[in-house]
């Protein structure tokens, strides 16, 4: 009993003892991450288009799950 309690307990505190995730904008930034995203699926850079279609598709999936919530109600 005694073990096992030992046991949960290391479990307990080794999963609350992440780090906190660190946003990936500067401090003062003001953009959302949608705005920082559309920003660089506009640019040259090797890669953006995939941002780009990515965004349509999790638009067209958003509608979608909309268009679908508003005919079960």
Do not use: F, N
Not at 12 to 35: F, I, N
């Amino acid at each position: 009993m005694r073990t096992s309690s030992a046991v949960l307990l290391l479990l307990l505190l080794a999963a609350c003892g992440g780090k906190p995730e660190k946003s990936s904008a500067a401090p003062g930034d003001s953009l959302t991450q949608r705005q920082r995203d559309s920003i660089l699926a506009g640019s040259r850079i090797p890669g953006a288009r995939g941002v780009g279609a990515a965004m349509r598709y999790a638009d067209s999936t958003s509608a979608h799950i909309r268009a679908t919530d508003s005919v079960t109600q």
